[in-house]
C-alpha cells in the first residue's frame, strides 16, 4: 500500500469521515468541531466550524452529491457542500450525543444513535422523528447500520455487548445476540478486561454477509441471507480493540484497530462447511470450546490477505472506488481513508 496524506484542515484529532462515490469528495469530521469538504485531488475546498462541540459522524448523500449530514454533540446538521456558511436544516430530537448516523438505501429514513442507548429514525422527507428505538440497549449504543434490501429493518450495537435487530417500522426488537456469549469460552474471564463492546458493523454489498468490529480484538462474521442474523465464524483479527470494519465487495473486508494496524481479508477462502460454527447455545465443554477457537484461527489465517502497520491508532476508515481506465492499468481500485489520533487523514491505495 502506498500512502499520502490529508493535511491542513483540523486542528485535532480526526473522528469520522465518508466519500462521495460520484465526484470522488471526502468529508471528515473533528474533535476540534470542524468539518472539512477535500477535492478529488486532496486539495481542502469548504470547511464548517461549530466550536466547542465534536463532529462525531459524517455521511454524503448518494442522490445529492453536494447534500451532507453531520452530528456535532446531540444535533444533526444538513448541510450543502457549495455553501457552508449554514445548515440548510438541523434535527434536534436526540438527548444525548450522537455516535454515528446511517441512511437507508433509499435515502428516505436517517437513523442516529446516541448516548442515551437510544436510536432516533428520521424521516427525510417531512423532516421530523419517524420512531424512537429505545428500552433494549443498557449501555452507550455506539452504531448503526440499516439492512439492505429490507425496508424497515435496522440493526444497531452497543457497549451492552448488544447486536439488535429492529423493526423500526413498528418499532420492536426482533432478536438480539449477545457478544458474551458467543465470544466468551467456558471459564474464559478476559471479557472482564477486553469485553466485546461493539464498535462499528459493516454489510457487503448484497446483504448477505456482516461484520462486527469488536473491541476484544475480533471481528465476528454473520449470516444475513436468511431472516435473522445468524453467527459464522470469528477472525482473530487484532492485537487490540476493532474500530472499524467495511466491505470493499461481497467477499473484501477491510478491519483496522487500536492495535493500528489495517488488514484486508479474503471472505471466500473461509469454508463453507463452518456455516453454524457457533450456536444459540453455547457449549459448557472446554474441548468444544478449544475446537472452535481452533477453527477460527484456521479461518483467519486462510482469511487473512496482507495487514498494513498504520503510524497511529485508526479512528474510522472511509474507502472511495476509482476505475483506472488505462491500457496499462489493473482495472478498479480503491482509496482507503484513514482517520486516526493525528490531525491529519491517510490516503492508502488497495487493489
Known sequence: MTTTKLSGGHTASVLTLCAQTKTNQLVSGGEDGTLCVWSDDGRLAAKFNKPGVECTSVLFSKEKPNLIYASFGEEILGLDSLRLTEPVFVFKSNQDEVNQIALDPKEEFLAACDDGCE???YGLLDRKVFKTLRYQHTNICSTTLFRPNRKWEIFSGGLDCRFVHWDFSKPKCLRQLNMQEIQT?????SYMLNPPFIHHISSSPDGNSYALAL????????????????????????????????????????????DCVVTQWDLSKAECS?????????STDSSESNHKDEKCQAITQACKVHSYQHP????????DRIEDNSSTGNGNTCRLFVADQTTDISVLNVT
Do not use: C, R
Not at 274 to 282: A, N, P, W
Open 119 to 121: 436510536i432516533k429514525i
Open 312 to 319: 497511529s491508532k485508526i479512528n474510522w476508515l472511509a474507502v
Open 215 to 258: 473491541e476484544n480484538g475480533k471481528v465476528p462474521i454473520l449470516d444475513g441471507k436468511g431472516k435473522y442474523l445468524q453467527p459464522q465464524y470469528t477472525l482473530n483479527a487484532h492485537g487490540q480493540g476493532v474500530s472499524q470494519v467495511h466491505f470493499l465487495s461481497e467477499s473484501t473486508l477491510i478491519s483496522a484497530g487500536n
Open 274 to 282: 463452518q456455516h453454524g460454527l457457533f450456536d444459540d447455545h453455547i
Open 185 to 189: 469460552a467456558s471459564g474464559d474471564e
